[in-house]
């Protein structure tokens, strides 16, 4: 039986609804100090929390970058 963590790592990154910090980075090829300083800002509109983790949203995410020439 494949555990759900297995699972998760599977599945490709451009199908995933959030990610971890470390795939936002890889997937943006934006550092994950930088992503996590963006996480911080007040209203940010990709940020999720669980508990004390903060994931990021996917898509609300790559509307961000979209709409940005410089972060």
Do not use: H, W
């Not at 494949?2 to 997937?27: F, G, T």
């Not at 669980?50 to 979209?66: I, M, Q, S």
């Amino acid at each position: 039986m494949v555990n759900q963590k297995q699972q998760a790592m599977s599945l490709p990154i451009d199908r995933k609804m959030l990610l971890s910090i470390r795939e936002a980075a890889e997937y943006s090829n934006i550092g994950i100090n930088k992503i996590d300083e963006m996480l911080k800002q007040p209203n940010c509109p990709f940020v999720l929390y669980v508990g004390t983790k903060k994931l990021v949203k996917r898509k609300a995410f790559e509307e961000f970058l979209k709409s940005r020439i410089a972060i």
